[in-house]
């Protein structure tokens, strides 16, 4: 058995270099729907650009070993492929697709070894895509064994795109779909759920910047904008194959992304009002604003050039790291120095946005890893925009706070002017009330003085001549006596009613006791008066007062013509209505013999109703009125 070794080691070594000589053949027959065939392709990188596609030899060729057979920091040089087919099947035509971008020259030897150049590129349209696919058309038939030469052109915009991939010609929508769409349909629809939300910021502070032109509103809106069409376009990434889409992606990828921050940083100093507020700071992040717009003048130019476009790009990570290390100098100083609410907001969004943008940048350069239905470098482009839109949101919460604040003052400066414009009212009303009770005491005491002084003498003058004239004329002297007498009563009811120091319930009480034992004294009535223990002093004015006294005096004076009565109770009371309440004991009357026509009743019912009162009258063995006035309707 031991002898039998050295047999068998030689024999397995003898197949594996057949197998490896052969492996650069690829077996079309073998490919289901497409194959990729990066890793199955020879290659010959030229680094000193001498060699043309005649000056190569198979000798030149050899396989990658890395997921990319390119450098990129050695991107000035010639690239040719070579690439070998068999078809052992019947299926003769098949197609080749090199990636993105891709620009090259491919190339078939004739009989004599002459590389002969092939004219056989089409496109084909994907319906998931809604694009036109690029595709080098190969023909082979059964049986048959070709060797192709490809020179590409690979530059600093597309060599990261190069995805060589060979499949049936039957089969390229199926190829459209698997390879370049559903790997990215998650990142698609979490982008567009991104993008409308973003949308809907920039809709709501652009309309706030045209309904009142303030920078941080104009800042806010263009920076959101800015990060919306940067994300916009990667997504366009998936739908695009021409080389010029993508020869301005570094001008898009470091453009849009600092100009974005950019914006952001003059948002927060046009927002908290640095510039007179923190002088210090603001001149700090006006340095920084400064700076990366330099860097991006200088940088942008480096990275356009296969030579310097590795460094460029690793001169555009450091800058944005630095910016990342700044802006968290700058979140901490807001969260810390500023006690403002709105400062909080933005440091918050600041540091969740670069502790995003940390995450991303490590994923785009160093992650290590791919998932079946999302490519990694979607992911970090995902993660980004989670950290941008987070931090536009705790902005817009800012924005938001300070507009609430903004109106609630509003609201506290015109609630504080309409209770000054209330109080200088109420200054004219009082003033206009204290003129009117002036003028009503004015006008009581000079019916009093003058009025009443003349009253008075006629009826003395009246006694006097009724002592010294005969009996005939002492009837006409009676009637100017007792007619003097009721024009001193009636007048000082009315001085009593305009004087504004009885504007009170008490004194209306006090009055109408008064007023109601002299009625009823010269009669033989009986008369009970109730009143309350405690008088809820309210205000009455004079109008009120008088048509009261009225409606009182109209009562007694029924009772005492009409009810043949021997005996009234007077009783006062109120709650939230002040209640007068007169009954007596005599012949009472029937409903029917009342009319709205009684003078009496009509005119209490009248004055009652205009000082918002109300009367009722009822008779159950006797007459029973009561006045309803209310304490707190009463017209002035």
């Excluded at 020179?151 to 199926?174: C, G, K, S």
């Excluded at 109730?530 to 009225?550: F, K, M, Q, T």
């Excluded at 009342?594 to 003078?599: A, F, G, P, Q, V």
């Amino acid at each position: 058995m031991l002898r039998r070794l050295p047999i068998v080691f030689l024999y397995g070594m003898m197949c594996f270099c057949a197998s490896a000589k052969n492996n650069d053949i690829i077996d079309v027959t073998r490919i289901q729907h497409y194959d990729t065939i990066l890793k199955k392709l020879l290659y010959f990188i030229d680094y000193s650009k001498k060699y043309t596609i005649d000056d190569i030899n198979d000798t030149l060729f050899s396989y990658t070993a890395n997921t990319s057979p390119f450098n990129q920091k050695k991107l000035d040089a010639n690239y040719f492929i070579k690439l070998t087919l068999a078809n052992t099947g019947q299926q003769d035509s098949f197609l080749l697709y090199t990636g993105k971008a891709q620009r090259y020259k491919m190339y078939m030897c004739d009989s004599t070894g002459k590389k002969i150049l092939l004219k056989n590129q089409v496109t084909k349209f994907s319906p998931g895509l809604f694009t036109n696919i690029p595709y080098a058309q190969i023909a082979l038939k059964k049986g048959e064994q070709k060797v192709f030469y490809i020179a590409l052109e690979i530059n600093f915009y597309n060599w990261y795109l190069f995805d060589p991939v060979i499949l049936r010609t039957a089969d390229h929508a199926y190829f459209s779909f698997l390879h370049l769409l559903q790997p990215s349909r998650i990142y698609m629809a979490i982008t567009i759920f991104f993008m409308g939300i973003m949308f809907c910021m920039f809709a709501y502070t652009f309309a706030l910047f045209i309904r009142n032109p303030l920078w941080e509103y104009l800042h806010y809106s263009v920076a959101i904008f800015i990060f919306m069409v940067y994300f916009g376009l990667r997504l366009l990434n998936i739908f695009h194959f021409g080389s010029l889409y993508f020869l301005f992606y570094d001008l898009r990828y470091q453009g849009l992304q600092l100009l974005g921050h950019m914006l952001i940083l003059l948002f927060i100093l046009s927002f908290l009002k640095t510039k007179e507020k923190m002088p210090a700071f603001h001149k700090q992040v006006k340095a920084l604003i400064y700076l990366q717009l330099i860097f991006l003048v200088v940088n942008l130019p480096l990275t356009y050039t296969n030579t310097y476009n590795y460094a460029a790009n690793i001169a555009f990570d450091i800058m944005r790291v630095l910016g990342l290390l700044y802006s968290i100098y700058v979140s901490i100083y807001l969260i810390a120095k500023n006690k403002k609410k709105e400062a909080r907001y933005l440091g918050a969004g600041s540091l969740l946005s670069i502790f995003m943008a940390c995450l991303a940048l490590y994923v785009d350069r160093w992650g290590n890893f791919d998932e079946l239905l999302l490519r990694y470098s979607g992911i970090s482009v995902l993660i980004f925009m989670a950290g941008v839109m987070s931090q536009m949101t705790l902005f817009l919460l800012a924005l938001s706070y300070r507009l609430r604040m903004q109106e609630a003052n509003r609201i506290r400066a015109v609630e504080q002017l309409q209770l000054e414009n209330d109080r200088k009212e109420l200054e004219k009303y009082k003033a206009i009330i204290d003129a009117r009770d002036s003028e009503r005491t004015r006008i009581s005491q000079e019916i009093h003085d003058d009025i009443g002084s003349g009253l008075t003498s006629i009826r003395l003058l009246s006694e006097i001549a009724k002592v010294k004239n005969s009996e005939s004329d002492k009837k006409e002297l009676e009637k100017i006596s007792a007619t003097s007498n009721v024009l001193m009563d009636k007048m000082n009811e009315i001085i009593w009613t305009l004087n504004s120091r009885n504007d009170t319930l008490l004194n209306l009480i006090t009055y109408l006791r008064h007023q109601i034992v002299e009625f009823f004294e010269p009669s033989n009535i009986i008369l009970e008066i109730n009143l309350p223990e405690n008088v809820h002093d309210a205000p009455l004015s004079g109008n009120v007062r008088r048509n009261i006294i009225l409606s009182v005096k109209e009562a007694l004076h029924n009772i005492v013509k009409h009810s043949q009565a021997s005996l009234v109770s007077v009783n006062f009371s109120f709650d939230k209505v002040f209640i007068i309440s007169i009954k007596d004991n005599g012949v009472g009357f029937l409903h029917d013999k009342i009319t709205d026509h009684t003078n009496g009743l009509r005119n209490m019912k009248e004055r009652l109703t205009s000082i918002g009162g109300s009367c009722s009258i009822s008779s159950n063995g006797g007459t029973n009125i009561e006045l309803i006035i209310p304490l707190n309707t009463y017209p002035v």
